[in-house]
């Protein structure tokens, strides 16, 4: 079992940087593809990036593209989402979320996920 806490969410103006870590429990944390999602009010949980048990690989939804940076420690078993140029619809609760590796597959939708965090509210004001 893996568990997944989310941190550093907050509220920032809107151009700011805001860096989000999931710290997750549990062993052989780099056999784990990790993704980030997020909610807005309103709205259905929506893909942000994911990364491969090794980092070598990464993926994200094009809305973040060239603004998000995700990344891992797997020595700290910790998964990072690096947000700059934040607009305020980034606004949303961000969810941390994992699963057994798949290769080199890419996983965008978050039933392909068994693992979540509790989320961390992110607030980009105009």
């Known amino acids: 079992q893996v568990q997944l806490v989310e941190s550093g969410g907050g509220l920032v103006q809107a151009g700011g940087s805001l860096r989000l870590s999931c710290a997750a429990s549990g062993r052989m944390f780099s056999s784990y593809t990790m993704g980030w999602f997020r909610q807005a009010p309103g709205k259905e949980r929506a893909f942000v990036a994911t990364?491969?048990?090794?980092?070598?690989?990464?993926y994200y939804a094009d809305s973040v593209k060239g603004r998000f940076t995700i990344s891992r420690d797997n020595a700290k078993s910790t998964v990072y989402l690096q947000m700059n140029s934040l607009k305020p619809e980034d606004t949303a609760v961000y969810y941390c979320?994992?699963?057994?590796?798949?290769?080199?597959?890419?996983?965008?939708?978050?039933?392909?996920?068994?693992?979540w965090g509790q989320g961390t509210q992110v607030t980009v004001s105009s």
């Open positions: 979320a994992g699963r057994a590796s798949g290769g080199f597959y890419i996983y965008t939708e978050g039933i392909s996920y068994a693992y």
């Open positions: 990364i491969s048990g090794g980092g070598g690989r990464t």
